[in-house]
């Protein structure tokens, strides 16, 4: 009795790995909302230039909504045995994430040839501030995907707890940096 009692209680705990993404998601938020609150006061106190958001934002927006609804379509192939789809997809949600950060790129160059850059008005330095520590962020579940494609492409392929685990891992990851971007994005656009 003590054992399934044990038992039930280890299943019912949160994986210590699962446990320190929440937390590090937790941090990267509460960064992120420190950088709006400081946004808004530094908005009100006045010389504040407005502009419009270059065309390259929307389209990394689709590019990276994408990107979560391809890795979202990979890790359900994962769990469902289907080989050749989960890495297809992982693939895809790869090189969309890297479309993402030549987006980002080419918007900045935008923003620049507007005459808008980091040390000009604190408007347009906020704007590459918060987009480039978002881009950082989205450079390391890029750097995750690419730990998953080697264990796609290198390991053979099976179904297991342990991979499992460590996919659904850099699913959550990565349907975080895209649902953060989208509140930038929506953020930028009514602030």
Not at 125 to 130: A, C, E, G, I, R
Not at 146 to 159: C, D, E, I, N, S
Not at 171 to 184: A, E, G, K, R, T
């Amino acid at each position: 009795m003590a054992d399934i009692t044990l038992k039930s209680h280890r299943s019912s705990r949160v994986h210590p790995q699962k446990f320190a993404l929440w937390a590090a998601m937790a941090s990267i938020t509460m960064m992120f909302a420190s950088l709006s609150s400081a946004y808004i006061v530094r908005q009100a106190a006045g010389n504040w230039l407005e502009f419009q958001l270059p065309s390259a934002f929307y389209i990394s927006t689709i590019i990276i909504l994408l990107s979560s609804m391809t890795l979202h379509k990979s890790y359900t192939s994962f769990i469902n045995g289907q080989e050749r789809p989960y890495k297809l997809y992982l693939v895809v949600s790869f090189f969309l994430g890297l479309g993402f950060v030549v987006s980002q790129y080419i918007g900045w160059q935008n923003l620049y040839s507007l005459g808008i850059d980091l040390k000009g008005n604190p408007s347009g330095s906020f704007l590459y501030v918060m987009t480039f520590i978002h881009v950082v962020h989205v450079l390391g579940g890029i750097a995750c995907l690419l730990t998953a494609m080697f264990h796609a492409f290198a390991l053979k392929f099976k179904v297991t707890e342990r991979r499992k685990h460590r996919f659904e891992l850099v699913n959550h990851y990565w349907h975080y940096v895209d649902l953060l971007w989208v509140y930038l994005l929506i953020f930028l656009l009514f602030s």
